[in-house]
Each structure stands twice: as structure tokens, then as C-alpha cells.
């Protein structure tokens, strides 16, 4: 079965995550994490993809983007691989895969879950127990986010920079989202979409992207009737 392509529009913000095989880790020293980090900045300034959130865990990574072209993050994550599994398992002597499969990723509506997506990120080393607060945990972007801490990964998405109003620091404003637990529906909707590599958005946002990939974005509901003309369409891509 062919698999389907990947959901991506030049312009519109990209949530992608890579899982180490096997949920293996993907980093054991800091080194690794320094090679991770460096083969991302060479790689995001090659192929275009600004970078607006990221967090680098032990067996997984999550990053936010911003592609200039469609085949951006795909030649990204590739380049990435070639770099940094080769010198992974000469490190640590090692052979075979270090990824579980392809990567995923979903389409990201920035007016409705741009920050939603950038809190899920720099939140997971708190949700895992690791540290208390976000600015504790090193290998991610909050620091520059919400501390202005220099990064040279994170390029500042639009939705960001307006943030600062009223004489009040962008910074500030980020670290005001975060005084509040993330909703259980904002969570649930952004692993779902991006576990199924669909359209994270409202209708609208969705018909927007349907209509310049030309194709379903929407996750088909369970059940009902399967020669429906989206299953059909579905299908059809598949075959």
C-alpha cells in the first residue's frame, strides 16, 4: 500500500515529531544533544524551515515550523539523519535504524493553535516528570521564548512578535500562557492530528488546506458509510 504523502503548505506552521526506534534513546551525553541541536541549524537554513518552538527529549524530538517550500522539512529531517545517525552509532558503537519510521507531522492553524502547540512542546519535559518548571530543562526553546535567552534555532513566528502590546515585553506575554495548564482538548486535538498526520485547525482552516493540496485533510470519522465521497477520495490516493 502507498503511503500517503505528508500534509505540508509553503507558508503555514508545521508540527513535527521523530521518535527513536522502539522509543530507544535518540541522546545518552550532551554531546548528543549539541549534534542534534547543530545538525538542525544547518539543516533548517538549508532547506528554509523557520523554527519557532522545539524540544529535544531523551527518546524523541518536537519541533514547530514554518517551511518557505512543501519539500522543506522532508529534505530537513533527511538531512538530519544522514548526519546525525551516522555519528550517533559511531559514538555509542551501534548499528541499524536510530528512528521508529518516517516522521509526523500535522498542518498547524496558527490563529487557533499556534501557542497551544508551542506550550505542548516546551511543556513535555515537565508532563514526563523531568523537571517542575520549562525553564529548567535546557534542550528546548522556552528559554528564548519566554526568557529571551539568545538561540540561534528559533526564528520568531509573526504571531509571536505581536504578542508585545501595550509596553508589555513579548517575553512576558509568553510566560503569561503558561500560568495555566494546557486544555485536555487542545492536547488530545494535537496528538490526534499529528499522530494521524492531519489537519490540526478549525473547518475552515481545513477546507483551506484540502483546497490547495487537493485532497482530504480531515480524519475520516469511524464507521458510517464507507463508499461516502470522502472515503472514495481516500481510497483513491491509497490505491
Request: hydrophobic share 35%; aromatic share 8%.
Amino acid at each position: 500500500m502507498a503511503r500517503l504523502p505528508r500534509l505540508v503548505v509553503a507558508g503555514t506552521p508545521l508540527h513535527v515529531i521523530q521518535r527513536g526506534n522502539n522509543r530507544s534513546a535518540m541522546f545518552v551525553a550532551a554531546e548528543d544533544y549539541w549534534r542534534y541541536s547543530a545538525a538542525l541549524l544547518e539543516a533548517s537554513e538549508r532547506f528554509k524551515c523557520a523554527i519557532h518552538a522545539y524540544v529535544l527529549m531523551t527518546n524523541h524530538v518536537h519541533v514547530l515550523l514554518t517551511p518557505d517550500h512543501e519539500r522543506g522539512p522532508a529534505r530537513m529531517m533527511q538531512a538530519i539523519g544522514r548526519v546525525y545517525v551516522r555519528y550517533f552509532n559511531t559514538r555509542h558503537k551501534r548499528t541499524g535504524t536510530l528512528w521508529e519510521g518516517r516522521y509526523r507531522s500535522t498542518p498547524i492553524d496558527s490563529e487557533r493553535y499556534l501557542f497551544a502547540c508551542s506550550r505542548y512542546i516546551e511543556l513535555n519535559p515537565v508532563r514526563a516528570g523531568m523537571v517542575r518548571q520549562p525553564n529548567e530543562y535546557r534542550w528546548s526553546s522556552y528559554r528564548h521564548n519566554a526568557h529571551g535567552k539568545p538561540d540561534s534555532l528559533v526564528t520568531p513566528h509573526a504571531a509571536y512578535r505581536a504578542l508585545e502590546t501595550g509596553g508589555v515585553p513579548r517575553q512576558t506575554a509568553y510566560q503569561a500562557l503558561f500560568e495555566h495548564q494546557l486544555d485536555a482538548n487542545a492536547l488530545d486535538a494535537i496528538r490526534r492530528a499529528t499522530n494521524r498526520g492531519t489537519a490540526l485547525g478549525d473547518a475552515q482552516f481545513c477546507d483551506e488546506i484540502e483546497a490547495t493540496l487537493g485532497r482530504p485533510v480531515k480524519p475520516l470519522a469511524h464507521g458510517g458509510d464507507r463508499r461516502s465521497s470522502s472515503r472514495r477520495s481516500i481510497l483513491e490516493i491509497k490505491s
